[in-house]
Each structure stands twice: as structure tokens, then as C-alpha cells.
């Protein structure tokens, strides 16, 4: 039932900026547990972002996106967002969101709902 739809991604040049959205659709409980993933050509899924809101909430970010990219979420629009700023070529990958806690912490945590991706592409 739960639905997850990424979209903002595009091509731009190298130093740009874009904002990922994660939308969600149909009824849900709220989630504590929400993430940002990437995949580029020939390489494996890499855990970019992490939004965990129990407690006094914490993020995680993967040490190639520290500094430029921040995770956010907008609870009144059911909607996870990635601001990516700087960009670089090696930042070129389809972009996948997640939520909902199914275990483990930090980026290597495990999600219950998963989109369909959205590519970036970041030409020199």
C-alpha cells in the first residue's frame, strides 16, 4: 500500500545544485527511519543520507557527501528531501529513497519501503 516516488533529479554541470524529493503515498503511521541511497554504473548501492528522528534525532552521511548535501523532511507533506549542493561528476547515479525502520543504524540500516529512483547525472 505504502508507495515511495522519488523526483527532482536532472543533468547539470559540476559545481550545480538539485533538491531530491521522496513523496509518499497512502496511509501510514509516521516513521522514525528515513534514507537516501545512490547507484552509479558498474558499482554497488552506497548509503548517502540518514534521517532517524527518535530521540532528539541524528543524521548520517556518507563521507563523500559531508558538507554538500543535507537530508530534511517536511511531515506535513509526507515528503524526505535531499539538497545537494557542489555537485561533481562522481556524484552521477540513480538516487533512491527509503523509509520506514526494519533494523540496524547509522547508513547501514535497514528500510521497510523503497522508491524507483531518480537519476542525477553531473557533466564537467
Known amino acids: 500500500q505504502v508507495r515511495l516516488v522519488e523526483s527532482g533529479g536532472g543533468s547539470v554541470q559540476a559545481g550545480g545544485s538539485l533538491r531530491l524529493s521522496c513523496a509518499a503515498s497512502?496511509?501510514?503511521?509516521?516513521?522514525?527511519?528515513m534514507g537516501w541511497f545512490r547507484q552509479a554504473p558498474g558499482k554497488g548501492r552506497e548509503g548517502v543520507a540518514r534521517?532517524?528522528?527518535?530521540?532528539?534525532?541524528?543524521?548520517y552521511y556518507a563521507d563523500s557527501v559531508k558538507g554538500r548535501f543535507t537530508i530534511s523532511q517536511d511531515n506535513a507533506k509526507n515528503t524526505l528531501y535531499l539538497q545537494m549542493n557542489s555537485l561533481n561528476p562522481e556524484d552521477t547515479a540513480m538516487y533512491y529513497c527509503?523509509?520506514?525502520?526494519?533494523?540496524?543504524?547509522?547508513?547501514?540500516?535497514?528500510?521497510?519501503?523503497w522508491g524507483q529512483g531518480t537519476q542525477v547525472t553531473v557533466s564537467s
Open positions: 527509503a523509509a520506514g525502520c526494519a533494523g540496524g543504524y547509522g547508513l547501514d540500516a535497514e528500510y521497510n519501503y
Open positions: 534521517l532517524y528522528t527518535g530521540g532528539g534525532g541524528s543524521t
Open positions: 497512502g496511509y501510514t503511521y509516521s516513521s522514525s527511519c
